[in-house]
């Protein structure tokens, strides 16, 4: 049971990435999906849920609108766009998953118990 990121890399303020993250071992279905992001010298902090019935959360208000999160079942895997991102969006950024979650997003201490991707660095220049 693994989570591989992917799509990191170095864009200029205002630009965009895609980040995808692959389940093997697994299906998504029924499972809630996740983004988390940690910038230097901070605490890893959520950004996206989305539910095992498509129901999205987001954690911060300065994502909305910027960034979405979808998943492709068939596919095993989930993404995060981000668009206009800015100097602050800089982290490394975590994917995760965690079954049995299909109509309410887990809580902090039920997501440590889900699958986790390795990470993947996201650098915005000024």
Request: hydrophobic share 30%.
């Amino acid at each position: 049971v693994q989570l591989q990121a992917s799509g990191g890399g170095l864009v200029q303020a205002g630009g965009s990435l895609r980040l995808s993250c692959s389940a093997s071992g697994f299906t998504l279905d029924y499972h809630a999906i996740g983004w988390f992001r940690q910038a230097p010298g901070k605490e890893r902090e959520e950004v996206l849920c989305m539910t095992g019935s498509g129901d999205t959360t987001y954690y911060s208000d300065s994502m909305k609108g910027r960034f979405t999160i979808s998943r492709d079942n068939a596919k095993t895997t989930f993404y995060l766009q981000m668009n206009d991102l800015k100097p602050e969006d800089t982290a490394v950024y975590y994917c995760a998953a965690r079954g049995s979650f299909y109509y309410t997003c887990p809580s902090l201490d039920q997501w440590v118990s889900g699958s986790w991707g390795q990470g993947t660095q996201v650098t915005v220049s000024s």
